[in-house]
């Protein structure tokens, strides 16, 4: 006996043993499943079951939303379960649990002829403004009158409607409930379900109403008709299930008659546009007021939709989704730091974190016995999270950036992303996201200020976040950075100097990205000796600029880097005194570029992580880079096709193609997120087609099989493995049965088919035996704009350009000698002192440069920009040619063979300094020539005068001077002193006429011996 009670107590044991290990393996798998959501909520003490709330965001709505969740109660009763909601925890209202779901109404009319069947089954069809989510039935209120549990109810006496709607004509005072039909519409509203009725058939029943109706009608003014209605709170019952513009006015069907309510109670919506505290639309938890005849507007059937949706507050189910919250607050001012630059080139990182609201639930229900049961209240903060940033640079520290951005808002309040400076919100359904971005500013004026201010996703704007500009420049300067270099030049050759790595980049980085101006090139790149196992390969150019990756995620070590990066050399290869820089960047993963034949870049990248093709999907939609989103690669010509071949990692890998289309027979259409299983997807499409990115839905294939006649349409590209693009095999082939993998056929793209060629290959979807990773590709389209990556590390110096003087003279003219060039190991910021060349007959004067400022002292510093001056040479050769000429000769006088003179310099102030002799002919020829002579003068002594010495005998007629050769003759002569600045004129023409001052000589003469004298007479 004893032994079957130890047996007994062994197996109960056991048995709990077993119980809890299947309670804790539940327990683990919930936290295991939820793991990856966001904080769970708030639970504010127990009570008779459990709720939980998850903030969640819609992509498609635009909006955040909750899903709610709660245990079942045993025996819940017809009324089903009641969603509670509340800001504060003290105030609480009745909210929806039906978002999503069809709503199902009554609509008891009350005249016999159903004029308002019409427009109610408009309400109801998939194409109309109710997208098929109302489901109403109509009855009129005689029949509704005799037995209305017949229709509010099912044969098991359960409710089968979530709403009931009554509205009468304006002019209609005598159509009313019966007393059975009163006290039937009074359980249905009781038990949480929705009423909405025009004002006149609340008139008609208000009295039998009151204990019932949280809102009642207590005037009605006559007026002149009136047709439009102002919406003054856009809250949720305006923006779902259809959106209506905030503040919007819309028209309605005349009204002459305006019924006002109780002003203490319950929500208004829409009131009369030329009145005021004349309601329009008033809800009070699940019951409705509506002014409204049975002929309604367009417009006034949005609201209705809305109305009735929102009534609808009571469910069977345990779990609602609860579209009436919203992220009211908005974010903080951002946080503005500077990563890296320079004083004039600042590279900004922002973020801001986003503020909540919270919000509070519980659910109510009852059970068949009548024993009401309340759940816990569940409180959740909803966050719309941070959209992203809007900036600029003024004058001012005062912006009005607010304003300016609250004109982005369209008529429902919305701010497109396009219209953002950076937008970094997620483009799929998630909520916490990295909300960092950066951007660079082009400034080197210091009193200016950088304004931002963030968005968040519900488009509540921050305060503005503001830097002067000369503070953002000191943190430049006192920052520690990253990555550091110059550059050094000699001639056309430069290299990195000063090279420093900081620590955090060791072992960490995947690629290093080199780019260089378009007139530059890293030297000898083909043939270049790269560490173990790194290899590299060049980027497609842009207009501006040449890109070099070298993939280094083998060997990343700081040593190995640096080594590297102090061997390379740098060509400058044409326009070679063209303003340009290096940047290295160091990347997280390898990416390379290519630029299409429209000038937009593409960047590409490889993850060797093997997936299912529609995980490889969701997972490129996943990686953002440069503030793009990714998507499966889609290669679209030959040129694209090798670049991505030649410059990635040449292995298997999923592309952005397939055969395969959705349930409803749509293609996939750069969706944000896919179903992964395959078997929610037909796999019989003939064509192939991109399923993502900016050519998503375009054909190019278009057979399952390229022996079929399988090829693409004109002008379109494909790359399969088959005999037109060169190929060896006969792909696609759409082989392979294997029902392990999701069955028969091939409807996926594959890239680089098994690791072995370029080409593509048609694979299943679940086929990972290739060991198949995937392609990422970003680019701009749709409202994106690419930004600068936020994990990118990179610095950029200027290559210093070189310095050219060129010798002058003061008039202008090249000289043969005393060019300089200065292109050895220059540096920015490097002082090279100008040493001028001395040259024979010549003075320096003076360097000059473009802008005609004086350079003094003799010293420039080398920048960015080529800097070209003269060197001004005074030219110090005066050449004075002068000859003598005798006018009025007679056989007395002897004729000189030689005039002289002297000519005499002196300073421009008139002190007088040198004295030169000069010689010259004599003749009474006025056509002979002039003797010249070469004078070396200074260029502070530049006024030359002339003084003859005129001979015995002899008197001054006049000088003739010209500053070029021409005909000199007496008549022009003058007795003026001559004065000559040889500054300007260094050489010059000098006549000077003479003629016999007696009749007879002199006995000693300087020219006596030569005299024929004869007879001498004495007196």
Known sequence: MKKRIRQTNKKIKKKWQFLLVVVLFLVSGYFFVNKGDMKASKVLGEENFRTTAKSKWSEEEGKNYVKLEWNTIRNVNEVGYQLY???????????????????????????????????????????????????????????????????????????????????????????????????????????????????????????????????????????????????????????????????????TSSTKTVERTTTDSGTTWLEYNTLTNNEYLKTSNNIGIIQINQNPTLDERKIITNTLYNLAQVTSDKFAYDQT????????????????????????????????????????????????????????????????????????????????????????????????????????????YKTASAFTIHENDSEKYLHVVAVDRSNNISKVSSQKIEELQKQVKALPKAVDFSVERTQDEAKLINLNLDSSLNNQMESIEIQTPSNAVIKDFKTLKLPTKWYSYENSATADSKSFTFAIKEQNDLTTITNFLNSLRFTVESQKNQKGSIRIIFHKKVYTSWV????????????????????????AKKETYKGLTGYLATLTSLEEHDHVYDNIAKKSGWLGGARIIKSDNSKINDDPKLLPIITSYALNEPNWYWVNGPEAGLIFFNKKKYTEGGKAPNGVYQGFNNPVTGGTFAEPNNTGYDSSIGGSGEHVLEFAQESTTKYWNDLNANNLGYKTGFYVEFSEYG???????????????????????????????????????????????????????????????????????????????????????????????????????????????????QGYGLLESSTSSGQKKDEFSLTMASSVDNSIGFDTRIITFKFDEPIYSFVPKIPMNYELVGYVLSMNKQFHSPENSSKNPIKVDVSTNPEFWLTIYIKPSIKTPTLYHSEYKNNNLGLIEIK
């Open 85 to 251: 909601q509340s800001e504060n925890g003290s105030t609480w209202n009745k909210r929806s649990a039906n978002y999503g779901k069809p709503i199902k109404v009554l609509n008891v009319y009350f005249d016999e002829d159903e004029r308002n069947n019409s427009w109610i089954k408009e309400l109801q069809t998939e194409s109309s403004i109710g997208k098929n989510q109302l489901k109403i039935n109509s009855e009129s209120l005689n029949k509704y009158n005799e037995n209305p549990d017949s229709y509010l109810k099912n044969s098991k006496g359960e409710y089968q409607y979530d709403v009931i709607m009554m509205i009468v004509k304006e002019e209609d005072q005598t159509n009313k409930l019966s007393q059975d039909a009163m006290e039937a519409t009074k359980l249905f509203l009781g038990s949480g379900r929705g009423g909405l009725f025009g004002s006149n058939a609340i008139i008609n029943m208000q009295s039998e109403f009151e204990d019932t109706l949280d809102i009642n009608v207590i005037e009605s003014t006559e007026l002149a008709a009136i047709d439009e209605v102002k919406v003054i709170n856009n809250g949720y019952l305006m923006k779902y299930p259809i959106e209506i513009k905030d503040d919007a006015v819309l028209t």
């Open 325 to 432: 919250i919203k992220d009211d607050q908005a974010p903080d001012a951002p946080k503005i730091s500077v990563r890296y630059g320079r004083e004039d080139d600042i590279n900004i990182e922002v973020d801001a974190l986003d503020n909540g609201t919270e919000y509070q639930w519980y659910v109510e229900a009852s059970n068949k016995s009548g024993v009401s049961q309340k759940s816990n209240i569940v409180k959740e903060t909803i966050v719309s999270n941070t959209a992203g940033y809007f900036y600029e640079v003024t004058d001012s520290a005062t912006s009005k950036l607010i304003e300016k951005v609250e004109r982005y808002k369209d008529a429902y309040g919305k701010i497109g992303s396009e219209s953002f400076d950076r937008y970094v919100a997620s483009s799929d359904n998630s909520i916490d």
């Open 596 to 619: 299409d034949p429209n000038g937009k870049v593409h960047y590409y990248t490889y993850f060797s992580a093997v997936n299912p093709w529609l995980v490889a999907y969701n997972l």
């Open 783 to 897: 409202n994106q704009k690419e930004g600068i990556e936020v994990t990118d590390v990179y610095w950029e110096a200027d290559i210093p350009q070189k310095i050219s003087l060129k010798a002058y003279d003061n008039l202008g003219n090249p000289l043969p000698s005393g060019n300089l060039l200065f292109d050895q190991k220059l540096m920015i910021n490097k002082k090279e002192t100008i040493t001028p060349t001395k040259i024979a007959s010549y003075d320096f004067i003076k360097l000059v440069m473009p802008e005609g400022e004086y350079v003094s002292p003799l010293e420039l510093t080398f920048s960015s920009t080529f800097q070209e001056g003269n060197l001004i040479y005074a030219n110090q050769k005066l050449t004075v040619r002068a000859r003598q000429i005798i006018t009025e000769t007679n056989d007395q006088v002897v004729i000189p063979k």
